[in-house]
């Protein structure tokens, strides 16, 4: 599986708009882009999964890049809820995910 | 559906004990596995299981058995715990087919200490 490169922490203010980068320059061409969240002490939740183009869902958007090298996930209007750590993950043909250490994502008032 | 469901929810154990941690899914899905989760850490995969019959290790299998005998069980043995081996312990699964193949489902996790 390729490896990511997402920054230790970001902010954000409520209401506002959250831009979590991600970078996977050796992502090849069959491996998708998937991102999870994990607030404090829960499991992780899957947000959404992508391979060439960008994606919708009710919890965010995911734009890829057209070089494939790096994504983006957007939460439209962040909420305090919405504080939580943002894994980005490169999946290749297994089965299996390799999360890395993530993004903490802290939405303020 | 509850989903996954993980107990005990926390536990404490000497070093030398042993036990089992319980996962149960019951949405039917055939790829089940167990991570375990150290402070400020990402998850590390530690056993996984395509059906029942069939695990495989996966990063961090030393310390652990698991066995798969049904489709909705995958329960996690410790034989004989090590300070190593505490964490958080999630359990996840994800369906074989279908439009979110890929997308695993994680339990609340179970918190392990050992002293």
């Known amino acids: 599986d390729a490896k990511t490169t997402q920054p230790t922490s970001m902010d954000c203010a409520e209401g506002r708009a959250a831009n979590l980068p991600c970078n996977h320059s050796t992502i090849s061409g069959n491996e998708y882009v998937y991102w999870y969240r994990q607030i404090h002490s829960q499991g992780p939740q899957y947000i959404i999964h992508?391979?060439?183009n960008n994606e919708t869902n009710e919890m965010a958007s995911l734009i890829i890049t057209e070089d494939r090298k790096s994504s983006t996930l957007i939460l439209p209007h962040a909420t305090l809820r919405d504080t939580a750590v943002y894994y980005c993950i490169v999946r290749g043909s297994n089965y299996k995910l390799t999360f890395g250490k993530g993004t903490l994502l802290t939405v303020n008032p | 559906n509850a989903g996954v469901t993980q107990t005990p929810k926390f536990r404490i154990l000497k070093i030398g004990q042993s036990m089992t941690l319980q996962c149960t899914q019951d949405?039917?899905?055939?790829?089940m596995y167990w991570y375990r989760q150290d402070p400020g850490m990402g998850l590390k995969l530690i056993y996984y299981?395509?059906?029942?019959?069939?695990?495989d290790k996966g990063e961090v299998p030393n310390g652990y058995n698991v066995s798969r005998s049904t489709t909705e069980d995958f329960p996690l043995r410790l034989e004989l715990a090590a300070p190593s081996q505490t964490s958080v312990y999630f359990c996840?699964?994800?369906?074989?087919?279908?439009?979110?193949?890929?997308?695993?489902?994680f339990g609340p996790g179970t918190r392990l200490l050992v002293l």
């Open positions: 992508g391979l060439k």
């Open positions: 949405m039917n899905h055939n790829y």
């Open positions: 299981s395509v059906g029942a019959g069939i695990t």
């Open positions: 996840a699964s994800r369906p074989t087919l279908g439009l979110f193949q890929e997308t695993q489902y």
